[in-house]
């Protein structure tokens, strides 16, 4: 026989459950809230949106780049990185982000490489006023 102790959820009338469906939905919302960044206004359109990011490209976006006025598609520092150590597109979107374009990227060789790590040196020892984290214009 059944014992008295259990409660079978099949004796649960199919509205009741539905009702207790309906009132926990609402809360389910506010348990996971989305990351959400203030003042970034992205809609990835870049300057540099299907043409060659190359450091050239990268250095113009930087030169105009402002880390006081918040980020967007048109405002953002090319050589950062985000926590999985990748480089941001054209637009300043990285990957994974839904708005993500993959760049079209120039040839490289051993010569080219070491010519950017010689401007990576420079503009890492050079900051721009304002570029650190939680800035508005940075990640």
Same mark, same amino acid.
């Given at each position: /026989?059944?014992?008295?102790?259990?409660?079978?959820? @099949?004796?649960?009338p199919?509205?009741?459950?539905?009702?207790? #469906?309906?009132?926990? #939905?609402?809360?389910?919302?506010? =348990?996971?809230? #989305?990351?959400?960044? *203030?003042?970034v %206004?992205? $809609?990835?359109? /870049?300057? $540099?949106?299907?043409?060659?990011?190359?450091?050239? *490209?990268?250095?113009? %976006?930087? /030169?105009?780049?402002?880390?006081n006025?918040?980020?967007?598609? =048109?405002?953002?520092?090319?050589?950062?990185?985000?926590?999985?150590?990748n480089?941001?597109?054209?637009?300043? $979107?990285?990957?994974?982000?839904?708005? $993500?374009?993959?760049?079209?990227?120039?040839?490289v060789?051993? #010569?080219? =490489? =070491?010519? +950017?790590?010689? %401007?990576?040196? +420079?503009?890492?020892? @050079?900051?721009?006023?304002g570029?650190?984290p939680g800035?508005? /214009?940075?990640?």
């Amino acid at each position: /026989g059944r014992r008295p102790d259990r409660v079978s959820h @099949n004796r649960i009338p199919t509205k009741m459950k539905l009702a207790l #469906a309906l009132l926990c #939905a609402p809360a389910v919302a506010f =348990m996971a809230p #989305a990351q959400q960044t *203030a003042g970034v %206004v992205m $809609y990835g359109n /870049g300057k $540099y949106d299907d043409k060659l990011w190359d450091m050239a *490209a990268k250095k113009d %976006v930087w /030169g105009e780049w402002d880390p006081n006025s918040p980020r967007s598609d =048109m405002n953002f520092n090319p050589f950062e990185r985000d926590v999985n150590g990748n480089g941001p597109d054209c637009s300043g $979107y990285f990957p994974g982000q839904g708005k $993500y374009k993959d760049p079209q990227r120039p040839s490289v060789d051993f #010569a080219s =490489m =070491m010519a +950017e790590k010689e %401007v990576m040196a +420079e503009i890492e020892a @050079n900051p721009k006023a304002g570029d650190k984290p939680g800035a508005p /214009g940075c990640l």
